[in-house]
């Protein structure tokens, strides 16, 4: 039976993390190659072992990412056996999915998963670097600036040109993750005026999931070499979908229903004014 007919995609891959001494997470490669229906472990190794290179040469330390371990296991009649298999950091196990098997439904939603996993993680750490909302809403709008010109660039080289389009491209990417409200219905929620633009009355929350709907449309559109718009702009409503279903499965709100927040432009000119008096 497919391991999707009766649970989220986040839950199964929660109902097979695990938690060392240290309070750690982890995943077993050997049950992540089950949940990746990979007929045999020997299969997923090489998979594994791409994984490492790529590791390495993203300039992280593979053994903090993936250690190789004896595992004993029972074999029947009361008789054990020790078996290889590796524990993954959250880390390993996206830099698994970028090098699995993407015909597989499944690998495709653990790319969501783990992507979104790995993301919140980089980004919580940013935010101890910060000490109030503010900072971190000034952060994640400079974040969407950079990453919306990313978008726009994969965008074009998929056949998305002209201005029309783009908005239109834009718009697929809002109502996936706004439940099919598009940049209009938004901004017609929030109250906000002709000009204003809908990023600027974020908060924290709802850029981030802004951002990261951004990212991961970027890589999708480049990754899976996806030409033409129709093929863009359904790309893009995808992604906005899986984040939007992502925030459900984790308890989170809706961004459609987080308040509405004060004018960046407002806190970037008192920032501006408190290091002047510095």
């Given amino acids: 039976m497919n391991q999707l007919s009766n649970t989220g ?10 938690i060392n001494e240290q309070k750690m997470e982890y995943w077993s490669a050997r049950e992540l190659s089950k949940i990746f229906e990979y007929s045999e472990y020997r299969h997923f190794i090489p998979v594994i072992a791409k ?19 004896l ?20 880390y390993a196990c996206y830099l698994i999915v970028q090098n699995a098997d993407p015909a597989k439904e499944i690998v495709a939603l653990g790319q969501t998963y783990f992507a979104v996993q790995t993301r919140r993680q980089e980004l919580s750490d940013e935010f101890g670097k910060f000490e109030s909302d503010e900072e971190k809403r000034l952060f994640l709008r400079q974040q969407m600036k950079e990453h919306n010109k ?9 056949g998305v040109v002209r201005p029309l389009d783009y908005a239109i491209f834009q718009d697929h990417g809002y109502k996936g993750l706004y439940g099919g409200l598009g940049q209009v219905d938004i901004h017609r929620r929030k109250g906000l005026k002709k000009g204003q633009k809908v990023l600027d009355y974020m908060g924290s929350t709802e850029l981030a999931a802004n951002l990261f709907r951004a990212t991961q449309a970027e890589d999708k559109l480049r990754r899976e070499n996806i030409r033409g718009k129709d093929k863009a702009n359904q790309a893009h409503f995808e992604v906005g979908k899986k984040v939007r279903q992502t925030i459900k499965e984790l308890g989170g709100t809706m961004p459609e229903s987080l308040p509405s ?12 004014r408190q ?4």
């Fill in 9 to 18: 995609h986040s839950s199964v891959f929660e109902s097979i993390k695990k």
């Fill in 51 to 69: 994984a490492k290179d790529a590791c390495n040469n993203s300039g992280h330390a593979v053994s903090d990412h993936f250690e190789d371990i």
């Fill in 71 to 90: 595992e004993m296991v029972d074999i029947g009649s009361g008789a054990k056996r020790n078996i290889e298999d590796v524990k993954l950091s959250r």
């Fill in 150 to 158: 990313y978008l726009a660039s994969a965008a074009k080289e998929a």
């Fill in 261 to 272: 927040a004060e004018n960046i432009k407002k806190i970037t000119s008192k920032n501006k």
């Fill in 275 to 278: 290091l002047g008096n510095k």
